[in-house]
């Protein structure tokens, strides 16, 4: 037992087969409920708003493959896609941190 727990065998053994076997099951076969793994937040999301305008929040990274010029069009779908009812894109802000690396994007339309 010794041995097994401080991994004292050499490579190519069959003891050595059998922990990394172990492992892999373990880590392959053990529920995510064991770990209390959550699911990610929402990459876009309906941000309180004055009244007559929506606003919602999206992440960088559905955006950042787009070229610049297409990015409102490229919005404007994601938002129908996740079922979000509005009229027509108005603006589309980049928001920077104090680094000025993009940390979102601001998507305001009229209803």
């Given at each position: 037992m010794k041995r097994f727990l401080l991994w004292d065998y050499p490579r190519a053994v069959w003891q050595y087969d059998l922990m990394v076997g172990l492992i892999l099951a373990f880590i392959?076969?053990?529920?995510?409920?064991?770990?209390?793994?959550?699911?990610?937040?929402?990459?876009?999301?309906?941000?309180?708003?004055?009244?007559?305008t929506n606003v919602y929040?999206?992440?960088?990274?559905?955006?950042?493959?787009?070229?610049?010029?297409?990015?409102?069009?490229?919005?404007?779908?994601?938002?129908?896609r996740r079922k979000f009812k509005f009229g027509s894109l108005v603006r589309l802000e980049p928001i920077f941190d104090s680094e000025d690396e993009i940390k979102g994007y601001m998507a305001y339309t009229k209803p």
């Open positions: 392959f076969l053990t529920p995510r409920d064991v770990f209390k793994d959550q699911p990610r937040a929402s990459n876009v999301v309906m941000l309180p708003a004055e009244s007559g929040w999206i992440e960088p990274e559905l955006l950042t493959a787009t070229a610049e010029t297409a990015r409102p069009e490229q919005a404007s779908e994601i938002l129908k």
